[in-house]
């Protein structure tokens, strides 16, 4: 099992978080064998991205299949606009946290502090 926490606030510490994903992944041989994936911040109330899971389950496990479920985010979320983060950002955001997920299990370095454009 593959499980990884993610939040993006404005701070570090002691912020809300506009977007918080965790992502519960299992893969056996090299195959995702079973996905719950939830997300705060995405809706009124925190809520599994249904649409993501069913379109990794049964997958290789792979950058290829995470970036096609990647659509399914916006198909289980509609996301709100307040100061914190427009309802674009946030469906950006939670796209980029399963890319994150992946390439962390796949052992690639993921820094987040540094933005490239």
């Not at 939040?7 to 002691?14: A, G, T």
């Not at 519960?24 to 991205?49: D, E, Q, S, W």
């Not at 069913?54 to 997958?59: D, P, S």
């Amino acid at each position: 099992d593959r499980l990884k926490c993610y939040k993006l606030s404005k701070r570090f510490d002691q912020d809300i978080s506009a977007v918080c994903g965790c992502f519960n992944i299992t893969v056996k041989g090299g195959k995702v064998t079973a996905a719950r994936i939830a997300f705060g911040g995405m809706a009124g109330t925190p809520l599994r991205a249904t649409h993501v899971e069913q379109a990794l389950i049964g997958q290789d496990w792979s950058e290829e299949t995470v970036l096609a479920a990647r659509d399914g985010f916006a198909r289980d979320y509609t996301p709100l606009s307040d100061m914190r983060a427009s309802a674009e950002y946030r469906l950006e955001t939670a796209q980029n946290m399963l890319l994150r997920c992946y390439f962390e299990d796949q052992g690639t370095p993921v820094n987040v502090l540094e933005v490239q454009p």
